[in-house]
């Protein structure tokens, strides 16, 4: 049994285990989407439904997530989410039909959200014993577990593998991982009678606000960083995706930095810098004519919204409004609606008056997420 003082280094270690699951193992499908297409035959409209399966699993289970967290600890629903992946990953390498990838995904989709959740209940516990910024550092790990998990399968699939054996290392990975992390996950109930679910109420409705907008950003620049490369600046589509790429690099890095920045600096000035950093950078991105310095745009929004999230759940563990095994689950799910509502509304917003419009909109919704995160206060 491992003494005081290595408990909290091997419950750290554990906690960026925990973080780096859900990454590795989502990463995994989007080199699948295109197998899952031809398998089952689907248009673009069908495949649009069906891509909502993953979202709409992730949104529902993670209020009930936290629930779980709070009666059985966080340990139990943890594995429970790990045995949904593992057990799902190959269904998506081989489902045939509509219904059978919808249902795999919306299951996948639970396994991923109630981790999201239940992870970051874990980590407010072990930063707050620690007493220094953690968050960060924490979050970096989804961003390398993402990254290495979209390598790793693309490596294989370029070597001839087969999607379901690519899905099966992926999942043989997640198991070891597991193995190696859970004995150290965290394993206390919420107290006899307290609140289990409740809607967001006080501070915690605000941090979920910016939550919500940092996340927007972050959807943006998945799923129109390529689309606006291509067609507004005349990059080639071979070459479009290369804007996600730096700002993907660029906020792993910056969370990887994250916890010392937020340390030294405070989280109200580091959200107010972050905030107007992404801001700026949507607007040199959308306003100068330049491949080059859309690069270095897109580079400034990941350094910016890379440690607003993280601030706003280590805030979201010490107010005192609502309790964490509540609140970090409303947190949770306002900031991954943020996900799956952005990039429609960019949408919406191109559709009407232009891309470049829409990204300068989203750039003033920053700017405001940096004052308002700033200013908020908790006890």
């Not at 990454?23 to 031809?38: E, N, S």
């Not at 220094?132 to 790990?141: I, K, T």
């Not at 479009?240 to 690099?249: C, L």
């Not at 905030?275 to 306003?287: K, Q, R, Y």
Request: aromatic share 8%; with cysteine.
């Amino acid at each position: 049994m491992p003494d005081s003082t290595t408990l909290p280094a091997r419950q750290r270690v554990s906690t960026r285990a925990a973080f780096f699951i859900p990454g590795f193992a989502i990463a995994c499908w989007a080199p699948l989407v295109p197998f899952a297409k031809a398998r089952a035959g689907l248009d673009d409209a069908m495949l649009g439904v069906l891509l909502l399966c993953l979202g709409l699993g992730s949104l529902l289970s993670m209020p009930l997530a936290g629930m779980l967290a709070a009666r059985r600890g966080c340990r139990q629903v943890m594995l429970l989410t790990v045995l949904m992946m593992v057990l799902t990953l190959p269904l998506l390498a081989t489902a045939s039909t509509p219904s059978a990838i919808g249902i795999s995904l919306l299951v996948f989709g639970a396994g991923i959200g109630a981790m999201d959740c239940v992870m970051n209940i874990q980590a407010v516990v072990v930063e707050r014993e620690s007493g220094r910024a953690m968050m960060s550092g924490f979050h970096a790990f989804y961003s390398i577990g993402a990254l290495t998990g979209a390598a790793l399968v693309s490596l294989l699939l370029s070597a001839g593998a087969s999607a379901l054996a690519a899905s099966l290392v992926v999942a043989a990975g997640v198991v070891a991982i597991t193995a190696g992390s859970a004995r150290w996950w965290r394993s206390e109930r919420a107290p006899h009678g307290a609140s289990s679910f409740a809607l967001p109420r006080g501070v915690v409705v605000v941090i979920g606000v910016v939550c919500f907008i940092s996340f927007l950003a972050e959807g943006s620049m998945l799923d129109w960083s390529a689309v606006f490369l291509h067609e507004v600046r005349g990059v080639a589509v071979a070459h479009a995706g290369w804007g996600f790429v730096a700002f993907n690099i660029a906020m792993t890095a910056a969370r990887l930095l994250g916890d010392s920045v937020v340390n030294r600096l405070g989280p109200r000035i580091a959200v107010l810098a972050g905030g107007m950093l992404a801001c700026g950078g949507f607007v040199l991105a959308t306003l100068v004519p330049s491949f080059a310095m859309a690069m270095v745009g897109y580079a400034l929004v990941g350094i910016g919204c890379a440690n607003i999230v993280p601030v706003m759940f280590s805030l979201a563990g010490r107010q005192t409004r609502m309790p964490e095994s509540v609140a970090i689950p409303a947190v949770t799910t306002m900031g991954y609606a943020g996900v799956l509502l952005g990039p429609a509304a960019i949408g919406f917003i191109a559709q009407q008056w232009s891309l470049q419009t829409a990204f300068l909109v989203a750039a003033a919704a920053l700017a405001c997420v940096a004052v308002i995160g700033s200013l908020l206060r908790v006890r």
